[in-house]
């Protein structure tokens, strides 16, 4: 009879924030698949857990998915955790899940802690509705083209950032985003937690006159003004900034932010024409 595959969360800081269910079961599987089989011994040792771990990391997730899975098909059970929070958020473990379920393995969540819901649910930014990018991209192009693209989404936008980028990062925010409340959130959970709220380039101001920035971060942008609708068709906008000499990309580009849509949806209309 095959085993299950648990999902488990583990805390993203402090070692007390886990659930009894959490330690119930990393005590009963027969094995723990963990991104860094150090961290997590630290985890168990706190709590008196002796198991057998196998890393299970971005660099070996393929090759090693296939191998859990048939232990699983024998049998046994087994524990995926991450280094900290929920695995899968921004960490490995899509792979293994994907190909449980396809082979009609059972998976089953054990929930828990998680630095995206927890810095939301202190931000003081609405969370009824929120936008989950993961990391935005270190390239500074092709992160100010992923937050161009995201003026116009009407949510909550959070994302991790690396301290080293942080910097950039709100300089980015300020510039496309403009005057945007944002919170950030630091060291969740940890003795040196810290939130700071403010417009981008304010919080920008702040981290940019220390001497160095560490921690886990976690930022949080309010959402913008939704633009007034223009009565223009965006097939006459277009061809009048061309008409007027503007070159056909900017001309894209300003049709797409007078409106509020992406340039790929700009695109796709003036080709359907």
């Known amino acids: 009879m095959s085993g299950t595959l648990y999902v488990v969360a583990t805390p993203i800081g402090n070692l007390e924030d886990i659930t009894l269910r959490a330690l119930r079961i990393l005590r009963e599987v027969d094995q723990i698949a963990c991104e860094d089989t150090r961290q997590t011994r630290k985890l168990l040792d706190r709590h008196g857990i002796q198991k057998p771990l196998v890393s ?31 695995p899968l958020i921004a960490d490995p473990g899509y792979r293994i899940v ?14 828990g802690p998680s630095a995206l819901i927890s810095a939301l649910s202190v931000s003081g930014l609405p969370t009824d509705l929120f936008f989950f990018g993961g990391f935005l991209p270190a390239k500074k192009s092709q ?41 950030l959130a630091r060291e969740l959970t940890k003795i040196y937690e810290e939130f700071l709220t403010g417009e981008a380039s304010q919080v920008c101001k702040k981290l940019a006159e220390r001497p160095a920035i560490k921690g ?11 633009p007034a609708a223009d009565p223009v068709p965006i097939e006459a906008a277009f061809d009048k900034l061309l008409a007027a000499g503007v070159p056909r990309m900017e001309a894209m580009k300003t049709v797409a932010r007078d409106r509020g849509l992406s340039k790929r949806e700009v695109y796709q209309k003036l080709n359907q024409r």
């Open 143 to 183: 992160r100010q083209k992923t937050l161009e693209e995201m003026k116009s989404y009407p949510a909550t936008l959070v994302f991790y950032e690396a301290p080293h980028r942080i910097v950039e990062t709100l300089n980015d925010v300020a510039g496309i985003l403009g005057p945007r409340q944002v919170t």
């Open 98 to 111: 994907q190909q449980a379920r396809e082979r009609g393995i059972a998976v089953s969540p054990i929930p």
């Open 216 to 226: 886990e971060i976690t930022l949080m942008i309010a959402k913008g003004e939704a």
């Open 56 to 86: 299970y990391h971005e660099h070996n997730e393929q090759s090693r998915a296939d191998e859990l899975l048939r232990e699983i098909e024998a049998g046994k059970n087994i524990a995926l955790v991450s280094d900290a929070g929920t």
